[in-house]
């Protein structure tokens, strides 16, 4: 390590930094789109895409596709 120069370790330096920025730019690209809706007192039934005929939901509506569901949920009962 002696022998390198002071310039060459600064081209090292910028190489691995480099290396490190395109490292974190493909693990974001590559991160999945997630949304989290939270939403309080709200059951299965309760919205129109799952058939309730007297609340209308558009919005969420939309956000549902034929491979997406929005049935997976879980719930914690803070009191317990």
Known sequence: MDDIRPS???KRRHIIALIILVGCI???LA???VILIVTDDQGYG???C???PDLVT???DRLIKPKSSLALH???D???
């Open 58 to 60: 558009p919005e969420i």
């Open 8 to 10: 060459e370790m600064k």
């Open 50 to 52: 799952h058939g309730n």
């Open 46 to 48: 309760d919205m129109s």
């Open 78 to 80: 803070p009191a317990a």
């Open 31 to 33: 991160a999945p789109n």
């Open 74 to 76: 879980s719930m914690t």
């Open 26 to 28: 493909n693990a974001v």
